[in-house]
C-alpha cells in the first residue's frame, strides 16, 4: 500500500502535536541535540525528517536497513540529496574505519544541519566528506537556485504539489556532475549510492553514464512518476530506460524483482506518493534484502 506523502505528513503532524505540548509543559525546547541509536543528531522537531528520527530512531527505515547489510569495512558509498544526513551516518557506520562515503547536498539549508550531525558524531566524521554541490547533467556557472529540502509540519510557504516540500536556495553550490566528482576524489570503485533529489534524479543520473557503466554501484532511489509527466524528458520513462540501458534491475526492497514496463511500474504507484526502490546491475551479487 502506497499513502500519499501528504497523508504521511498529516499522520506523522498528530504525534508531533502531542510532543509540542509536552515539551512546552516542561519547558523543552523543540531544537536540540538528541541521542538516537548509535548516533547524536542537532535536530528541528518543526521538521518532518528531524521528527521522524526523534520519535522512531531513523527517517525511511528500510534504507538504513539495507545498507546497514549491504555496506561493509572498506566500501565507497554516496549519499546524494544527503538532506541532514538521515542516511550518510549509517552509511558511515557500516563503511568502517577503511572505507568512505561522499555526502552531496545542495542548498545551504540541509547542509548545514548536515554537517552539523557527522560533526557531533567523531567516530565516523573521519571517512565522510560532505559536499555542497548540485548534480545535473552537465557543469555550469548557475548559482542561487532554489531546491526542495525542507519538510515543515506548519509553513506558510507554497508547498510541492506531490512531495509537500519547501524551497531552499543552494547560495554558493556549484553545478557539477557524478562524474566528474568521482574523477576529482580518484575513486576507483563505488559500492552504493543513495539517490533521493524529489524529482532531479534524470540530471544526476544523465551526468553519471560514465560511473554507472565503469563502476556499476548498487543504487537505492526514489520513484515518484507524478514528479513529473512520464513522457518529458526528466520524467520516469526515460529514467527507467536510461538504466535498463546500463543494465540495471529493479527491485522493491523485500526483493520482489520490478520486471513490468516503466509504465506499468510507474501505474503502481499512485499520485501523490513514492517508492524507494534497489537498482542492482545485471549480473551483480544479489543484495541482502532481508
Same mark, same amino acid.
Given at each position: ?9 498529516? $499522520? ?252 506499468? $511500474? ?21 543484495? $541482502?534484502?532481508?
Amino acid at each position: 500500500m502506497h499513502l500519499q506523502t501528504k497523508h504521511k505528513i498529516f $499522520i506523522a503532524s498528530l504525534a508531533f502535536r502531542v510532543i509540542r505540548i509536552a515539551r512546552s509543559i516542561t519547558g523543552k525546547s523543540l531544537v536540540g541535540q538528541f541521542k538516537r541509536g548509535d548516533f547524536t543528531w542537532e535536530l528541528d522537531l518543526q521538521e518532518v525528517v528531524d521528527f521522524m528520527i526523534y520519535i522512531s530512531g531513523s527517517f525511511e527505515g528500510d534504507l538504513n536497513r539495507f545498507i546497514a547489510k549491504n555496506l561493509g569495512n572498506g566500501d565507497i558509498a554516496m549519499d546524494i540529496g544527503a538532506n541532514i544526513g538521515a542516511h550518510t551516518l549509517m552509511m558511515g557506520k557500516s563503511v568502517g574505519q577503511d572505507g568512505h562515503v561522499y555526502a552531496i547536498e545542495a542548498t545551504e539549508y540541509a547542509y548545514k544541519k548536515l554537517i552539523q550531525n557527522i560533526q557531533l558524531n567523531p567516530t565516523i566524521d573521519a571517512h565522510i566528506t560532505p559536499t555542497h554541490s548540485i548534480l545535473s547533467s552537465k557543469e555550469c556557472q548557475k548559482r542561487h537556485i532554489e531546491i526542495h529540502s525542507s519538510w515543515p509540519f506548519e509553513t506558510n510557504e507554497q508547498r510541492h504539489a506531490s512531495h509537500q516540500g519547501v524551497f531552499k536556495t543552494t547560495g554558493a553550490a556549484a553545478t557539477t556532475t557524478l562524474d566528474q566528482i568521482v574523477k576529482t576524489h580518484g575513486l576507483q570503485r563505488l559500492d552504493m549510492i543513495k539517490l533521493d533529489v524529489d524529482g532531479n534524479e534524470w540530471d544526476v543520473l544523465s551526468g553519471a553514464q560514465e560511473t554507472l557503466s565503469q563502476l556499476q554501484p548498487t543504487i537505492l532511489m526514489e520513484v515518484a512518476p507524478d514528479y513529473h509527466s512520464p513522457e518529458d524528458l526528466k520524467g520516469f520513462y526515460n529514467i527507467h530506460a536510461l538504466l535498463s540501458e546500463l543494465d540495471y534491475a529493479f527491485y522493491t526492497f523485500k526483493g520482489q524483482l520490478l520486471s513490468g514496463t516503466a509504465k506499468e $511500474i510507474a501505474n503502481s504507484i499512485p499520485n501523490g506518493a513514492s517508492q524507494n526502490v534497489v537498482l542492482v546491475p545485471k549480473g551483480a551479487n544479489t543484495p $541482502i534484502f532481508k
